[in-house]
């Protein structure tokens, strides 16, 4: 191995032994989630009580909430994306193509098809305070999934790149994000869990496939050209 190049994913047991299960847990956390709305579409145990402790949080934390809300949208993560997405299909042609089509599609189909399918209802301002308005369904929270599709995919590059405060930076709006959808009242836990589950996925497979590209010599070979 070259010094300086990052280690294919392949070729190394521990690592991928831990992705496996990092991987399944995620699926099978995901699908109870999914199956105990579709049961039960109201909130889960002990959720009123989360989000109404969240909304105790004085200033500046609800107009951050709102700050955070309104740039972490489907929406605004397709803009934020919009650049490194055109740089890594030029760098790596298939394989950034490949990445960006996960990610997007994450966003733009498996979104909203889970949120049809599940069609578990919004709080209502009878359980807490609603505090921004929506236009879809509840489950999964669209803002997370999205949010951890984009950010999440790059924090595990900068991590494999052995750049760890990056990493740790890059997942900062994944958190943000979680938090505000609480403290504004749009979304349970469980929608928000489900949702960064879902996106940590999309996230995975879309890193796996840049970080194949640049240890692959085919791939690395293709994207110099």
């Known amino acids: 191995m070259r010094h300086g190049s990052i280690p294919l ?6 690592v991928v032994g831990a992705t496996v299960l990092a991987v399944g847990l995620a699926v099978a956390i995901a699908t109870a989630l999914a199956v ?10 002990g ?9 105790t949080l004085d200033e500046p934390v609800p107009t951050l909430a709102e700050w955070v809300r309104l740039t972490t ?3 605004a993560a397709l803009v934020v994306g919009a650049v490194p997405a055109l740089w890594a299909i030029r760098r790596y042609r298939r ?4 990445a960006v089509a996960v990610v997007a599609g994450t966003m733009l189909v498996a979104q909203p098809v889970l949120k049809e399918v599940v069609d578990r209802p919004r709080p209502t301002e009878a359980q807490v305070d609603v505090r921004a308005p929506y236009t879809s369904k509840s489950f999964p929270a669209g803002h997370s999934m999205s949010t951890t599709a984009v950010w999440g995919a790059a924090a595990i590059v900068a991590a494999r790149h052995r750049r760890p405060l990056l990493a740790g930076a890059l997942c900062v709006p994944i958190a943000l994000t979680a938090a505000a959808t609480q403290v504004q009242g749009v979304h349970w836990a469980s929608d928000v869990l489900a949702g960064t589950l879902l996106g940590g996925l999309a996230a995975c ?12 010599p085919r791939e690395h070979a293709a994207s110099r050209h």
């Open 95 to 98: 394989a950034g193509a490949v």
């Open 47 to 55: 959720e009123v009580w989360v989000v109404r402790r969240w909304q």
């Open 73 to 75: 949208s489907t929406q």
């Open 36 to 45: 105990a709305v579709v049961v039960n579409p109201g909130p889960l145990p």
């Open 205 to 216: 497979a879309a890193a796996v496939v840049l970080l194949r590209a640049l240890t692959d």
């Open 9 to 14: 994913v392949g070729r190394e047991p521990a």
